[in-house]
Each structure stands twice: as C-alpha cells, then as structure tokens.
C-alpha cells in the first residue's frame, strides 16, 4: 500500500492521518476536506464559540510533521475502486478511509434557518446572538439545548419548540423530563409537542396555523451521514456506510469511521452509529489496523457530554427498554443521574448529570459487566462501584 487517501478532514479524518503515521506507514497520505479550514473540534462550537470565549477550535496536530497533503475545500463527488473522483480531479488511492461525518437536516420554509455544524454556521450565529433578539431554537435535543444556553446567555428572548413531549427525549427517553426545568430557570420558553411545518421570513409557522414570531431560527432537529457521494460506488449504505467490527466496508482496501460509519458492535450485537466526539477520536486507530492487514475490533462504549444551562451532563453506553433507576432527585439535588439496568443485573447506560464520577465508575462497569443490585444504585451516596 503506497498512498492512502483520507476523505474528511474533520476529527476522524486527522486522527486517521496520526494513526497511520503511529503504525509506520510510510507511504503518501492525502487528506481532502470540502471546507476551507483545518481540521478543527466541533464540540466548542455550540459552547465556547457561541459563548464568545474563544473564535478557532483547530485541532493541535501538525500536518506539516505528519507529511500529509493536505487538500482543503476539495470535496469527493464519487468513489469507483482505486479512484476517488473529486472536484478538483481524480485521486487514485491503495487505501480510502471514508470520514466523511454528517449534515444538519434542515425544514421546510423560504425563511433564513442557521443550522450548526461548522465553524462558519458558529460565527454567523454568534454574530446574531445580542439581547433583545427573539431566537427560535427547533429541537430540544443536545445542539438545541447548547444553542438555547447561549442565547439566554446573551440576552436574547429564546423559544424553543420540541415535537416530542420531553426534551433530550430520542437520547435520553424519560429522564429527559427532568431537564425540563433547566429552561424555566435559563428564562427559556420551551414548547413541548409542536410541530414545525416551515420556517419564514418572521419565524416559524406550527402544524396548527399558528405562528411563533422570531428574528433568528435555529434549527437542531438531527443529522444525516454525508454519504451522497458514495451511491453506486459499491460501498453499502444503510443510514451510513456499513461496516464489519474491524470498520471495513464492503469494498475492498476502504474503511470508515466517526460519525458517518455505522459498525457492528460484537458488545451490543447491532450495528451503531453513534455522533459522537469520542467515536471519532477512537474509531481511526482500529480502522488504520485493519486498512494495514490488522485484524482488531472496535467494540467501545459509547460515551458523550453535552453543557448546557451550566449543567454537564455525561451519557456513556448504550439503553432500549431496561430497568431506569434514578439516581438522587432531580428536582431538589443539583448533583443526579440515572442508570438502566439489564435483566441479568448488569449496566447497560449511565447517566451523570454534575457527577463526573459516575460516569467514569458507570462505564468502567459496563465495559466489565460486573452485576449490580439496582436498590443500591438508587442511593446517590453510595459509589456506583459499590453497588
Ligand atoms: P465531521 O466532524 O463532521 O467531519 C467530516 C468532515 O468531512 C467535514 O469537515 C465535512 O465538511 C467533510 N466532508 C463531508 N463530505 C465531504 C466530501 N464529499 N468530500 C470532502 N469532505 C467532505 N460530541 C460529543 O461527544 N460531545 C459534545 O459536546 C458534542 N458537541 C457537538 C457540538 C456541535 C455543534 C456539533 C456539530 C457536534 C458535536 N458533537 C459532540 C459531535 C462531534 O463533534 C462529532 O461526533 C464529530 O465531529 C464527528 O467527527 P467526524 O470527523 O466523523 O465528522
């Protein structure tokens, strides 16, 4: 294998670059992204940058020590076996590592609609964030919530409006009800149970004719995997590019990783895709091994944090329907956390809000399986490594 080409220059993409270099590939690496920018971090985007405490979030890696040609605001258009075919021309490779991330979903409407997923969409939002503006945030999820912190931070007048009945609700199911208060105190109108049927030039029309008047629409309803530029290239799709446990796709020499690679997880015996930072920092490592003839496997647990409303909120595993225990009463203890417990007594998630030490204890016994007794974990004082 002579040249790999790393299509992506998001986190997964200069971590495929390091690890390439860490196993001694000594061959050319080309890395293309389809922005302008270095590789830079995504998770201060909705925190530090919108906040105003810091404008670049480029990751501390030296591409020039890494001998990388590193080709930004070159986007891939299309893949045949041996050949990526990009905007500036066709770029033959021995090795592809596909890090390709995601895109914001965006709604219907003739009105202006910020999304946030670049450095570029943190900025121009920032720049909108001043008091007095009425900022329409759609979606209590992860981003939602982030974008809606900082607006409050910034004196803006924030309404924001979820179709389901909770926030968080997709990641978190029930627990995610007792963020609800958050809002209520940040002085942030939340409006469960609302659809959006379009987003217009004075803010959002509902699915019931009515109308919530904004100057700024933000729209945080989800992502889809960039893999547009992967149909009929013989790599399978299947929400993202399906992977083995050793992140390989169904071509030959090509793996994926970060948020655009759904793999088979051997601990959860499903396949993943998982948007998170951690995935992205970990994925590359196993995915080079593999490109390289290795044959490791990449079964984490999955972990992610979210700030918002001066909480920090910590998630690590993976839950469906299991046993939810609480941990301390959200409404009165600052400090809570929840944790769902399989049939046979074993972690399947952890959740920590203001307890980093339960999330650090959680996952280390998910990644154990060590059995617990559920009545113990219901007492917050008891360390969830005792129970
Ligand atoms: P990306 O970072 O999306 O990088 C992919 C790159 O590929 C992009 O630069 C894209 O432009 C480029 N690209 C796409 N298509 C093409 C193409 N055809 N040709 C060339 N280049 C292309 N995770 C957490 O765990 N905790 C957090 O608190 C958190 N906060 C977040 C806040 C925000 C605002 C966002 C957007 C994400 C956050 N995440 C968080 C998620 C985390 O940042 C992502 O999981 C991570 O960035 C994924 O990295 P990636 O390299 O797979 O994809």
């Given at each position: 294998m002579n040249h790999v080409v790393v299509v992506g220059a998001g986190l997964a993409g200069v971590r495929s670059v390091e690890a390439l270099r860490a196993r001694g590939f000594a061959g050319t690496i080309t890395l293309m992204g389809?922005?302008?920018?270095r590789p830079y971090d995504r998770p201060p985007l909705s925190k530090s940058v919108l906040l105003g405490e810091t404008d670049s979030t480029v990751v501390d890696s030296d591409l020039d020590a890494l001998e990388v040609d590193f080709r930004a605001g070159v986007a891939a258009k299309g893949l045949r076996p041996g050949v990526v075919e990009t905007t500036e021309g066709e770029v033959a490779y021995d090795g592809l590592v596909i890090a390709t991330g995601a895109r914001p979903v965006r709604l219907r409407g003739d009105g202006e609609q910020h999304v946030l997923r670049t450095i570029d969409d943190a900025l121009a939002l920032r720049e909108r964030l001043v008091a007095g503006t009425r900022v329409a945030v759609i979606g209590a999820g992860w981003i939602g919530a982030e974008v809606a912190t900082a607006a409050a931070r910034a004196n803006c007048a924030v309404t924001v409006v979820e179709a389901a009945d909770l926030p968080l609700s997709q990641a978190l199911g029930p627990v995610g009800a007792h963020t609800a208060r958050w809002y209520e105190q940040a002085g942030v109108e939340l409006r469960l149970g609302v659809q959006v049927a379009s987003v217009d030039h004075d803010g959002l029309t509902l699915a019931d004719g009515s109308r919530v008047r904004a100057d700024v629409v933000v729209t945080g309803v989800g992502v889809r995997p960039a893999v547009e530029w992967l149909a009929g290239s013989g790599v399978e799709l299947d929400n993202g590019v399906v992977t083995d446990e050793h992140l390989r796709?169904?071509?030959?020499g090509v793996v994926a990783v970060g948020d655009c690679a759904a793999w088979w997880s051997r601990r959860y015996g499903r396949r993943l895709r998982v948007e998170h930072w951690d995935t992205a920092l970990g994925a590359p490592e196993v995915a080079v091994a593999a490109l390289m003839g290795g044959d490791a496997v990449y079964d984490p647990v999955p972990y992610f944090w979210s700030e918002q409303f001066g909480h920090m909120v910590q998630y690590a595993g993976h839950h469906d329907d299991e046993l939810l225990v609480l941990r301390g009463d959200p409404a009165t203890d600052p400090r809570w956390g929840a944790c769902w417990v399989r049939e046979d007594g074993r972690l399947a998630a952890v959740l920590a809000v203001n307890r980093p030490r339960d999330l650090l204890q959680g996952r280390r016994l998910i990644e154990g399986g060590q059995r617990l007794d559920a009545r113990r974990l219901?007492?917050?004082?008891?360390a969830l490594r005792d129970c």
């Open positions: 389809e922005e302008a920018h796709t169904s071509l030959p219901a007492d917050p004082a008891v």
